[in-house]
């Protein structure tokens, strides 16, 4: 049996907003209760439009934001119930990769400097020409140069900040990576390398990824899983061909119709749902299935029941009530 690295039960995380000056404090429930798991050595794609709660997913599993409720378990670990000085051992074994690297890299310091300040924070490599050896090591192994170890951030293109974001990440050793949007900055065919590079390292250093992106099109390629997620809540998960040939959820299949088909004749051919209305406020999730307001397909009991997130296939997960499991 494949073993879990990272284990996600019923996660909640919910943010009080406003009661300044007498008023009422409202609740923003960025995440309502989400559940998934990652194997060693797995890509676990994490797709939704902006604010359904995927970077907080993230930020809960990095331990930046406290969750409100439920269970992390990293590597045997339950983070919820470590103390700071635990919590901090293990928070080495996961980094992340922003979207921007360039708000994350401190302009008055050059590339060398940003990547052996952590390795003697964290007294991984003691002595400075073991650290200058092993920044050397970490940009070569992201495709920059060893020259690059003395420029500083904004001499670096966009691509090249990526590439330094990601070795920096690297210089800490991890097993799991949280992939923050960490393309949706870049030009389409700097995306590509990125998205190999991330795939190359996987392969060479066992990585687990976490990749956050609010795209279809940009998971597909690197992903060995699928989760999509709307107002909180996950809708639908399964493993890649599954998902994206087999959807279920009537929210991935309109995902999905947005997605552009290079092949022109099959572009043409085939059917577009436009959902009405926009996202919901997580201030006032609707009641009953969030999806009910925008959903083509929803009745009556869409709005006065959720939807579990029911095993419909093995290994292929569905929250709406129209997917029954196969007997
Ligand atoms: Fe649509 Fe109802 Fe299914 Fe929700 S439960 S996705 S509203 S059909």
């Not at 073993?3 to 406003?18: D, I, M, P, R, T």
């Not at 050397?136 to 170890?149: D, I, K, M, S």
């Not at 552009?260 to 085939?270: F, T």
């Amino acid at each position: 049996m494949t073993q879990a690295l990272l284990e996600v039960s019923n996660l909640v995380k919910h943010f009080a907003v406003g009661g300044w000056r007498g008023g009422k404090a409202a609740t923003v429930r960025a995440v309502d209760g989400v559940s998934f798991q990652i194997t060693r050595g797995e890509t676990l794609g994490l797709v939704g439009e902006s604010g359904c709660g995927k970077t907080t997913v993230g930020r809960c599993i990095l331990q930046l934001e406290r969750p409100t409720g439920g269970r992390i378990v990293f590597d045997g670990a339950d983070l919820t119930g470590l103390a700071q000085h635990d919590l901090r051992a293990v928070r080495r074994k996961m980094q992340v990769i922003f979207q921007d690297p360039y708000s994350s890299l401190n302009p008055r310091m050059t590339i060398g400097e940003i990547l052996s300040e952590p390795l003697k924070v964290h007294r991984l490599v003691p002595g400075r020409a073991e650290r200058e050896a092993r920044v050397r090591e970490l940009l070569l192994q992201v495709g920059l140069l060893a020259q690059h170890a003395r420029r500083y951030p904004h001499q670096l293109s966009g691509g090249q900040r990526q590439r330094v974001g990601i070795a920096r990440a690297l210089a800490m050793e991890p097993s799991l990576i949280v992939c923050d949007e960490p393309v949706s900055a870049l030009d389409v065919s700097i995306q590509a390398q990125i998205i190999n590079l991330l795939e190359d390292l996987q392969a060479r250093l066992g990585l687990t990824y976490l990749f956050i992106a609010h795209d279809l099109s940009v998971v597909r390629h690197i992903s060995d899983r699928v989760a999509v997620m709307y107002l909180g809540r996950i809708m639908e998960l399964a493993d890649r061909r599954a998902l994206y040939e087999e959807p279920l959820h009537p929210y991935t299949r309109a995902l999905l119709s947005a997605v552009p088909i290079p092949d022109p004749s099959l572009e043409a051919g085939r059917e577009r749902v436009v959902l009405r209305g926009e996202v919901p406020s997580p201030l006032n999730p609707p009641a009953g299935c969030v999806f009910h307001p925008r959903c083509p397909l929803a009745e009556a009991r869409c709005a006065a029941s959720v939807p579990g997130l029911r095993e419909i296939k093995p290994g292929h997960w569905a929250a709406c009530h129209l997917v029954d499991p196969i007997a």
